[in-house]
């Protein structure tokens, strides 16, 4: 792709490693929603996993277990801090946790061990990333975080700002082996403690006839706390739609999770301590039991015994924000039918996406910290539960996607020479190394705009470029031709056979290949076979120039930020991401009218001096100059472009 970066905007925001803590406690949910919350620092990361067969384990009536991987990568990463009073939610099968840079490698540390026991202890493969925050804010993404009392022993985080369900994209769609965010598992390394965990109650049957999982994401018309009144009114108050209810509500038995509490805890479902630990599991049950049935007020800790049940109620986990409204609740078939209508109609009017999953009971899982007094109840529907409504979601998203698939990349090539218009200093720096008359040939031309300046100055000219979107876009600006080969056609730059296709119309007199196309390039060797079939092509007098980013700087610079492209109507991102093979993962993302556009991802080879030097020396060619733009200005280690002349060596 061609352009000049001379329309840049960096986006800054803080690095305060204690942001978090000095921001204010709202007291009211649906008055934290209108706050929004306060962007997160740049240097902070998102730590978030995910069960990616979730739906299968579901389906096998494994929904506890799945219920259970998200809640032991919470209580790690809170005892890496000694209190859960942190910015992170539950999602059903993963969670969200915002992570400061001093805590970052113990966090990495801490998901490895985390994956490996949720395999090990229930045969599920847990997916987990730590992004960093400026990378979702190269592409344009926005984050925020408010935090709000729900209970005296809960400090709940509302996480805003369409980083959510990218993070979740990005969790679910790139290379795990490759991408360096991806945690791999680790038996060995960090030793982590899940003390707090237990999972000890029943599943809670409905107390108004259906227990259901909602999930309501705002789109562009939405907005979170009106989304939340539309709800409300028809399902009633928090109190009224509530899953939990103290005299429905049951600890021990077969019907509850209560052996895995020792089966985390010891790592084994054998041996002593695993079975001393399941019988004094049994005895707590046993008093807790006897405390509520005979309201014998039993302390424990930060526990009152009798009253374990309406502290449960309090701490429940049941409403949320994290990038869109998460609700378990507990109504009447006859309001969930009519939420159902009325989603289904905001949906219709482009205000918001939604899932939903209806059971009849909810399933809860504990944590606690102790030490701080922290204690969280997770809630999900059984069966499924937000799994399947976030199924669900992802459809209907996709849906309204798909609708415009096939004018997705045509937009973008509409769109190209609106965001990379051919500058006059590359056209000028370019128009001094061909003769008029003489033969063009430019690699990877995108739209053709500068090989249709070089054939209005009288020039033939050959534009080659792998997508047909943008060949059609560039053949439409070109007048019709009755006979004869057109000016510019489809073709993979790095394939050999190409330059045997296009010797007849040479040789050139001036190749290009600019922007930051020929890092597009698999490997070091299509580099050097691209440099040999260009050879043949070129006049023995002729020139060929290559553009690119200078990955001398960018590889050095590790919170290197690319400068955002504003031409209005639209916005351009671009960042790197670095990967475990030694290449650069690339993502680019198009704002269009504030609605996104397009969004890509791609590997590239970084491609540094040092490498294209031997490349054009065996490919033979020389290095004439190197530049640091198209004014004629000598490369320096400041530039993050380069441009590099080559002639032949002999």
Not at 74 to 79: D, E, H, K, T
Not at 339 to 359: A, D, M, P, V, W
Not at 392 to 417: D, M, P
Request: with cysteine; aromatic share 12%.
């Amino acid at each position: 792709m061609k352009y000049e970066d001379n329309r840049v905007t960096p986006r800054e925001k803080g690095t305060d490693p204690d942001f978090y803590d000095t921001l204010p406690e709202c007291k009211d949910f649906t008055t934290a929603l209108t706050r929004s919350g306060d962007d997160v620092p740049e240097n902070w990361y998102i730590a978030i996993t995910d069960v990616p067969q979730s739906t299968i384990a579901v389906e096998q009536g494994e929904y506890k277990k799945v219920n259970v991987a998200g809640a032991l990568a919470i209580i790690a990463l809170g005892r890496i801090y000694g209190t859960l009073k942190r910015p992170f939610l539950f999602g059903g099968d993963g969670m969200t946790f915002l992570i400061d840079p001093e805590h970052a490698t113990q966090a990495r540390e801490t998901l490895s061990r985390v994956m490996y026991d949720v395999k090990t202890l229930f045969s599920l493969d847990l997916r987990a990333a730590l992004i960093p925050v400026s990378f979702l804010y190269g592409l344009g993404y926005e984050l925020r975080v408010n935090k709000v009392r729900m209970s005296p022993t809960y400090l709940q985080a509302q996480i805003y700002g369409s980083g959510v369900s990218a993070a979740e994209s990005f969790l679910k769609t790139l290379d795990p082996q490759g991408c360096s965010f991806f945690i791999q598992p680790q038996a060995e390394g960090r030793d982590i403690s899940y003390e707090g965990f237990t999972c000890r109650w029943q599943d809670v049957p409905s107390p108004n006839g259906e227990t259901v999982a909602l999930i309501v994401e705002p789109q562009s018309g939405g907005e979170a706390q009106v989304l939340l009144r539309e709800i409300e009114t028809i399902i009633g108050t928090s109190e009224q739609y509530h899953p939990l209810r103290p005299n429905l509500m049951k600890a021990g038995g077969k019907k509850s999770g209560w052996k895995l509490a020792a089966l985390v805890t010891h790592r084994k479902s054998r041996g002593l301590a695993y079975r001393t630990s399941l019988f004094l599991e049994f005895i707590g049950i046993a008093i807790l039991n006897f405390s509520i049935r005979f309201h014998i007020p039993i302390k424990y800790k930060i526990y009152n015994l009798s009253k374990a049940r309406e502290q449960n109620v309090g701490a429940a986990d049941f409403k949320k924000y994290e990038g869109a409204i998460k609700l378990i609740f507990s109504a009447s078939t006859q309001k969930v039918d009519s939420l159902f209508q009325r989603l289904t109609q905001l949906y219709q009017q482009g205000i918001c996406f939604y899932g939903i999953h209806r059971t009849k009971a909810a399933h809860m899982t504990c944590i606690a910290s102790l030490a701080s007094g922290d204690d969280i109840h997770f809630v999900d529907a059984v069966n499924g539960g937000y799994s399947y409504a976030a199924k669900q979601l992802k459809a209907q998203k996709e849906g309204v996607h798909s609708k415009g698939s096939t004018t997705l990349y045509q937009g973008f090539s509409r769109a190209y020479e609106d965001i990379f218009p051919l500058g006059e200093k590359t056209q000028d720096f370019l128009g001094k190394l061909l003769e008029p008359g003489g033969r063009f040939l430019d690699l990877g031309c995108a739209t053709g705009q500068l090989a249709r300046t070089f054939w209005e100055g009288g020039s033939f000219v050959l534009g080659i470029d792998q997508d047909r979107e943008l060949i059609q876009q560039g053949l439409s600006c070109f007048p019709p031709r009755e006979k004869g080969e057109p000016p510019l056609q489809e073709g993979n730059i790095f394939d050999p056979e190409l330059y045997t296709r296009v010797k007849h119309h040479g040789p050139f007199d001036l190749v290009t290949c600019l922007g930051n196309t020929l890092v597009h390039a698999r490997d070091g060797q299509e580099v050097e076979a691209f440099l040999q079939g260009i050879e043949k092509v070129l006049s023995p007098n002729g020139t060929l120039v290559l553009s690119f980013l200078h990955y001398d700087v960018i590889l050095s610079e590790p919170d290197f930020v690319f400068p955002v492209i504003h031409n209005p109507p639209y916005v351009f991102y671009r960042t790197y991401s670095p990967r475990n093979d030694g290449k650069l993962g690339f993502h680019i993302r198009l704002i269009h009218d504030k609605q996104q556009l397009f969004l890509n991802n791609l590997e590239l080879y970084p491609l540094v001096l040092r490498e294209l030097r031997s490349f054009a020396h065996k490919g033979g060619f020389r290095i004439d100059h190197w530049y640091g733009d198209f004014t004629g200005k000598s490369l320096d280690s400041s530039d993050i472009m380069v441009v590099a002349v080559l002639r032949k060596a002999s």
